[in-house]
């Protein structure tokens, strides 16, 4: 690993690898420890910029507070991926602190204007790919009564998920201003597309694999009786967990109803079709 050596500017040193690795952390821990509806991951932002506030600016009481109120402005992404902003804030902080040609509010349009397409790029990647992968590992464990599976998920997703955001905030603090293009220019949106299908393959194979749906139901077949599951998987394999995926997800995009709503409606059907014998 390459030795990381601080900027120094007319004898004022930057950022050291301290330095950055208190910026990580402290966003880290505090993205989400301290919410609201008005702000959401704010306070952790603006949190993250005490140290860089207290060695950049110790003497500049107005310079603290210009840096403190942009941090304090509404910021919301995905915290694992989206970390490659605060990378790419932090160098442009330095450059401010350093007395470098970059306008303050520049910060504050770069966090604007990249929160969102990351935020989609992250949830793609993060909630439908790395945690359907994890989780259908660790129920494949758990099945057999085993504690590996929940053991496995948290250590694995723990380990993962800290190792991306760490790698995206050290990538976007070595990319500064660069990362602009890479990731709200037309790069991304073909990016963020073929994320999306790869997610919606996991999403279907998981389906597939874990979702358990059959009839009781038997029909005739010449003298004899088959049971209607088995004809039907002959033409269309899971086709009943299909159905009720569809259904699941029409419930939730389209009519906009919660989780709990969703899975009482389930339960009902699932009370009605199996007292009528159905399932």
Same mark, same amino acid.
């Given at each position: 690993?390459?030795?990381?050596?601080?900027?120094?500017?007319?004898?004022?040193?930057?950022?050291?690898?301290?330095?950055?690795?208190?910026?990580?952390?402290?966003?880290?821990?505090?993205? %989400?420890?301290?919410?609201?509806?008005?702000?959401?991951?704010?306070?952790? %932002?603006?949190?993250?910029?005490?140290?860089?506030?207290?060695?950049?600016?110790?003497?500049?009481?107005?310079?603290?507070?210009?840096?403190?109120?942009?941090?304090?402005?509404?910021?919301?992404?995905?915290?694992?991926?989206?970390?490659?902003?605060?990378?790419?804030?932090?160098?442009?902080?330095?450059?401010?602190? +350093?007395?470098?040609?970059?306008?303050?509010?520049?910060?504050?349009?770069?966090?604007?204007?990249?929160?969102?397409?990351?935020?989609?790029?992250?949830?793609?990647?993060?909630?439908?790919?790395?945690?359907?992968?994890?989780?259908?590992?660790?129920?494949?464990?758990?099945?057999?009564?085993?504690?590996?599976?929940?053991?496995?998920?948290?250590?694995?997703?723990?380990?993962?998920?800290?190792?991306?955001?760490?790698?995206? %905030?050290?990538?976007?603090?070595?990319?500064?201003?660069?990362?602009?293009?890479?990731?709200?220019?037309?790069?991304?949106?073909?990016?963020?597309?073929?994320?999306?299908?790869?997610?919606?393959?996991?999403?279907?194979?998981?389906?597939?694999?874990?979702?358990?749906?059959?009839?009781?139901?038997?029909?005739?077949?010449?003298?004899?009786?088959?049971?209607?599951?088995?004809?039907?998987?002959?033409?269309?394999?899971?086709?009943?967990?299909?159905?009720?995926?569809?259904?699941?997800?029409?419930?939730?995009?389209?009519?906009? %109803?919660?989780?709990?709503?969703?899975?009482?409606?389930?339960?009902?059907?699932?009370?009605?079709?199996?007292?009528?014998? +159905?399932?």
């Amino acid at each position: 690993m390459a030795t990381f050596t601080p900027k120094v500017v007319d004898g004022k040193e930057g950022l050291t690898k301290k330095d950055l690795n208190s910026l990580w952390y402290r966003w880290q821990v505090g993205w %989400f420890s301290s919410s609201s509806y008005e702000k959401l991951e704010t306070h952790g %932002f603006a949190w993250s910029y005490i140290p860089f506030a207290e060695k950049f600016y110790k003497d500049d009481p107005e310079g603290k507070k210009r840096l403190l109120v942009r941090h304090s402005q509404f910021y919301n992404t995905e915290p694992q991926v989206g970390t490659i902003v605060n990378g790419i804030v932090a160098s442009l902080e330095e450059d401010i602190a +350093l007395g470098g040609d970059i306008p303050e509010e520049m910060v504050t349009n770069i966090k604007t204007t990249l929160m969102g397409p990351l935020a989609g790029l992250g949830d793609s990647i993060i909630q439908g790919i790395i945690v359907p992968t994890l989780l259908s590992v660790g129920m494949s464990l758990a099945s057999s009564g085993s504690p590996a599976g929940p053991i496995f998920y948290i250590i694995s997703w723990l380990v993962l998920g800290l190792a991306i955001s760490y790698g995206m %905030f050290r990538y976007g603090y070595k990319m500064g201003l660069s990362a602009i293009d890479v990731l709200a220019g037309n790069e991304s949106r073909r990016l963020m597309d073929a994320i999306n299908v790869l997610g919606i393959i996991v999403t279907g194979t998981l389906a597939a694999s874990f979702i358990s749906i059959s009839t009781i139901v038997n029909i005739p077949k010449g003298s004899d009786y088959t049971a209607l599951s088995d004809t039907l998987n002959g033409v269309f394999p899971k086709l009943f967990p299909l159905i009720f995926v569809l259904f699941t997800y029409w419930m939730l995009n389209k009519k906009q %109803f919660g989780p709990t709503k969703v899975l009482l409606i389930l339960t009902g059907i699932i009370i009605v079709t199996c007292l009528v014998g +159905l399932f």
